[in-house]
């Protein structure tokens, strides 16, 4: 049975199979796969829970990934031009322990880290995180906290064809 989960989670479809994502005590990314084919409800007592999902480290490149915060986010998506059975694409975000915004990306294959990390948009080392993904525009959306002078102030990072770029969130109080 993986450790109690105490702090946030988020959810995505991964190899079309729900998956919870968490960070471990130690800052440690985690997922809990389910054990079951396809994309089944994931709602379950504690004893199913023990015999479908198995938890295990994310790894990057042979390395478990590890996050600043216990905060993260994570989406899944088809692009319209994938088709009905191209496999569903999976972004987690978090705050990277050096301080910036980070991506972990899953198409076919193994866990990568994403385009969003070589642009090390900083953050605030507590972020919390959200993300989600439009398809009326083809992109992702992740608000963040990010340092700016006296204030932690929103921020929007997107990612379109334009490639990943950053906003300010005006906020009229």
Not at 99 to 123: H, R, S, V
Not at 127 to 149: C, D, F, L, M
Request: aromatic content about 10%.
């Amino acid at each position: 049975m993986p450790e109690k989960l105490t702090g946030p989670i988020a959810c995505a479809v991964v190899d079309g199979k729900t998956t919870v994502f968490y960070v471990n005590s130690v800052k440690f990314l985690v997922s809990l796969v389910n054990g079951e084919d396809g994309d089944k409800e994931f709602v379950q007592t504690t004893s199913r829970m023990r015999e479908n999902y198995t938890g295990k480290a994310l790894r990057v490149d042979g390395t478990d990934v590890k996050s600043n915060t216990k905060d993260i986010a994570a989406i899944s998506y088809k692009l319209p031009n994938d088709g009905p059975n191209a496999p569903t694409k999976a972004r987690i975000y978090y705050i990277h322990p050096d301080g910036y915004l980070a991506e972990l990306c899953k198409n076919e294959g193994p866990w990568f880290k994403g385009d969003l990390d070589a642009k090390k948009f900083p953050a605030v080392p507590d972020s919390p995180i959200t993300a989600t993904w439009s398809s009326g525009s083809n992109s992702i959306k992740v608000v963040y906290y990010r340092p700016e002078k006296d204030t932690r102030a929103p921020f929007v990072a997107w990612v379109d064809a334009g490639g990943w770029q950053t906003a300010w969130i005006q906020i009229d109080q």
